[in-house]
Structures are given as C-alpha cells and as structure tokens.
C-alpha cells in the first residue's frame, strides 16, 4: 500500500492498541482501526512527555482495505 495513506488518518481519530512495547522514553504501539472507512493496521510511536503524557511522532499505516 502506497505511504500516502498515512495521511488518511485525521487528527483524533480512535484506533485500538493490539500489542504495545516500548522503553521508559517511547511507546511502539500496533494499533487497528477504521481511516475514513477503510479498515487499517498500522504502528503509532509515541514519546513520553515530561507531564507524564504521549506525544505520538510517528505513525505509519502497515495495511488497508
């Protein structure tokens, strides 16, 4: 699937975590979830802030249909 897709995914949109892992300064998370009705599998990186929080940096779609 063309990389273009990850720009499908609009801000706010939900997805449910499948597997996660990670360090005490990011979380790699597989997420799925549905990207403007299609079906999507994908990885969300997110940094840890200082508050505690996630900012996510990376998110790449693996798969869609």
Known sequence: MD???DSLLPLGS???ITKTGGTAKFVLADV???VKG???RGTVIA???E???FCITTFSIRDAR
């Open 3 to 5: 990389d273009k897709i």
């Open 32 to 34: 799925a979830g549905v």
């Open 14 to 16: 939900r997805v449910q």
């Open 38 to 40: 299609r079906s999507a």
């Open 51 to 53: 508050d505690g929080g």
């Open 47 to 49: 940094d840890r802030t």
